[in-house]
């Protein structure tokens, strides 16, 4: 019995890294398609786009947070699959270091759903 466990959270796994694998590949065909449509609109509605989040310019902010975070998650489960090695950030980095250096080094239009996700996993404890 404990064997057909391991081996159906073993599948599992493997399976969850599949889907991460497809949603980043779905994700990183989303980015090249606005990143087209960016480059082919004007100058000024790009600039105006950036900077208040609007538009092609504000959904290609939140692509590559979203291929970001799921590049780094996928990452995260390809440490796991090493036997003896535990899945941890830069130097031990903790999921409220984490959070703190993705809010810096992602757009503050984005700090509030960074705050969400991340403080999520802070009070679950992981």
Do not use: C
């Not at 036997?83 to 959070?99: D, F, I, L």
């Not at 705050?115 to 999520?120: A, D, K, L, P």
Request: charged residues 30%; positive net charge.
């Amino acid at each position: 019995m404990p064997n057909a466990i391991i081996e159906r959270d073993h599948l599992s796994f493997h399976r969850g890294v599949e889907n991460l694998k497809a949603e980043v590949v779905v994700l990183e065909d989303g980015l090249a398609d606005l990143e087209q449509q960016n480059l082919r609109s004007f100058p000024l509605v790009r600039k105006l786009g950036h900077l208040f989040g609007f538009g092609v310019a504000g959904k290609l902010e939140w692509a590559r947070f979203k291929l970001n975070f799921k590049q780094e998650e996928l990452a995260r489960f390809r440490v796991q699959e090493i036997p003896g090695v535990r899945a941890t950030g830069p130097a031990g980095e903790t999921t409220r270091q984490k959070m703190a250096r993705m809010i810096a080094e992602n757009p503050a239009e984005l700090e509030p759903h960074l705050r969400r996700v991340y403080q999520s996993m802070i009070d679950a404890g992981k």
